[in-house]
């Protein structure tokens, strides 16, 4: 079975990537085929509201840009787990212009009935986190997929300097259990 991550990030060594690697693990030690993506390295475009989308047969978007191996990779995943940092309290920008275009697939409900988990991590405590697992969660349901939560929700985090997560044993347990309880139910999906 296929996992897909998605890190949206900008920064090497960030916090939500790191718990996104933790949240993964399950899976490769399990045998699963792993993809993590990481933003930061790849070039995506805002969508451009132009409806192109629905007059490009066999091609998602006019727009060229890496989308399209994320638009591959949604097709290929059996389940998928999103970290963001939180940047005024909600989504970072490459990850808002990845779950925008979206649109250029939604016909094909690739992502439909596949669970999902989400990962946030903000430096304060005023809710900016929740804002963010809400707003992917949301995302997810749009697409019909299966919200799946960690021990409450998805997995949440204050952290300000990058690699500050990995002195919060807790937080990484957190991913570890999120990453268990979706391949849990992508199992459970599959037999």
């Known amino acids: 079975m296929n996992v897909l991550g998605i890190s949206g990030t900008p920064r090497e060594n960030g916090n939500s990537d790191i718990l996104l690697e933790y949240s993964l693990q399950p ?51 059996d389940a998928l787990i999103i970290s963001t940092p939180v940047y005024s309290r909600n989504i970072s920008a490459q990850m808002m212009a990845v779950l925008d275009r979206h649109y250029g697939i939604r016909e094909d409900r690739s992502l439909a009935g596949k669970p999902g988990g989400a990962i946030a991590v903000g430096a304060g405590t005023a809710g900016g986190q929740s804002i963010a697992i809400t707003a992917i969660y949301n995302w997810m349901l749009s697409c019909g997929m299966i919200c799946v939560p960690g021990e409450l929700n998805g997995v949440t985090a204050k952290t300000l300097d990058p690699g500050d997560i990995l002195k919060q044993p807790d937080r990484l347990r957190q991913a570890e259990v999120l990453g268990r309880n979706v391949m849990a139910i992508a199992t459970k999906l599959r037999s």
């Open 27 to 77: 899976f490769t030690k399990s045998g699963w085929s792993v993809r993590h993506l990481r933003l930061r390295e790849m070039t995506i475009h805002p969508c451009r509201a132009c409806d192109g989308c629905k007059e490009c047969k066999g091609n998602p978007c006019i727009q060229s840009d890496d989308m399209h191996l994320i638009y591959d990779a949604w097709r290929w995943c």
